[in-house]
């Protein structure tokens, strides 16, 4: 009887054993994959023109006819027609998604909230064009990443949100509006232009600074020509794009859908000359890579050991242009968030050693850090 007594305990305990170290093991396998504040749902990419894994990416919400005239136009116009490589292009039709667009400031058309942050997320995306169809006296926007486009509005006016979201141009029409910190287009003096230049105008935002070109497509929409120092930073900020290694979400090939890649999502508000997080999460899909340019706030996400993981750097304004029939140059309106208190999101390619990220308010100084670990949420767990 004692003799099986002990046999029992003995394959009791093995047995216990067993399923502890199962436990474990399935605990193991899962804890690898982040953890996903809610399984948002992402949408049917489509690809329109894939080129390379280092070319930018663009993000079209619109049809695919759309799509295909304003990805054209722009690989039509220089200086983007001396590298068609460089870029990718795709679309999200209507079908599937439509934007919730707002007018904002009762002026312009404005698409950017976290719906679009997250459904973007979908297609690799470094930026994001929406097609919306407004009156004509609806201006578009330029604001951090995303364009939004009154389709009532020549196709150039893509060539100037480009300008804004894509290399940090301030406007050259005189709006007396916040120039970008870090901004180059705009200078102090005509000896602040350093290479070839089409001359030098008064009037870059404010009257006081000065522009290279005396009518260029960040001034008027009767042109698609951005003057020869223009296009040449905007061939540096090209040809300084790289894609990162080792980063989920930061280089995606046509073959790897932004289904197994993951990416930080923090709401942010710019309050009392800091930017405060609100929310912050792990979200399925691509996020875009980093802007290549020095401006207004900066973000850095660093492993345990200090390593600096990811970095980028973007600008806090609105940009709203619109260009009246009969008339000779743009007008509108440039909005600071850094006034505004505007929500704005900052997204970064997920990192399992990601261990926090610090994001700098560059005109103050003013730093805020915040941790990137134990988010918490669902376990994503790819059988």
């Given at each position: 009887m004692e003799t099986r007594t002990e046999l029992f305990a003995f394959f009791g305990f093995a047995l216990l054993l067993f399923v502890a170290s199962l436990g474990f093991y399935l605990t193991k396998t899962v804890q690898t994959n982040p953890p996903i504040s809610g399984q948002y749902e992402l949408e049917d990419c489509k690809s329109l023109v894939y080129n390379e894994e280092a070319s930018m990416n663009i993000l079209f919400f619109s049809s695919e006819e759309e799509a295909v005239e304003y990805s054209s136009y722009l690989l039509q116009a220089s200086p983007f027609n001396e590298n068609p490589e460089s870029f990718n292009f795709y679309y999200i039709g209507p079908d599937n998604y439509k934007p919730d667009c707002e007018i904002y400031k009762g002026a312009a058309v404005l698409c950017y909230d976290q719906e679009i942050i997250r459904k973007a997320a979908s297609c690799p995306h470094d930026y994001i064009v929406v097609i919306d169809r407004q009156p004509l006296n609806i201006r578009s926007s330029a604001y951090l990443n995303v364009?939004?486009?009154?389709?009532?509005?020549?196709?150039?006016?893509?060539?100037?949100?480009?300008?804004?979201?894509?290399?940090?141009?301030?406007?050259?029409?005189?709006?007396?509006?916040?120039?970008?910190?870090?901004?180059?287009?705009?200078?102090?003096?005509?000896?602040?232009?350093?290479?070839e230049t089409d001359g030098c105008s008064q009037e870059c935002s404010k009257d006081s600074y000065y522009r290279s070109i005396q009518n260029g497509v960040m001034r008027t929409l009767s042109t698609s020509d951005y003057g020869l120092f223009n296009s040449n930073l905007i061939r540096e900020v090209i040809r300084s794009k790289k894609p990162v290694k080792g980063l989920t979400g930061a280089v995606v090939s046509e073959d790897n859908s932004c289904e197994n890649q993951n990416y930080f999502l923090l709401k942010a508000q710019y309050l009392d000359g800091k930017i405060v997080v609100i929310s912050k999460s792990i979200e399925p899909g691509c996020a875009p890579s980093s802007s290549n340019f020095e401006s207004d706030f900066s973000y850095r996400v660093f492993a345990e050991d200090e390593t600096l993981i990811f970095e980028d750097s973007r600008n806090l304004n609105i940009f709203t242009d619109v260009q009246q029939d009969g008339t000779e140059e743009i007008e509108g309106e440039t909005y600071s968030v850094l006034e505004e208190g505007e929500i704005f999101f900052i997204t970064s390619p997920y990192s399992e050693s990601a261990s926090k990220i610090e994001i700098i308010e560059e005109t103050t100084g003013a730093e805020t850090q915040e941790t990137l670990q134990n988010l918490g949420g669902e376990v994503a767990c790819h059988l």
């Open positions: 364009m939004s486009l009154n389709s009532r509005h020549s196709l150039t006016v893509f060539l100037h949100e480009f300008g804004h979201a894509g290399f940090n141009f301030a406007e050259e029409y005189k709006t007396d509006g916040r120039i970008p910190r870090g901004s180059e287009n705009c200078k102090s003096s005509c000896e602040g232009f350093e290479g």
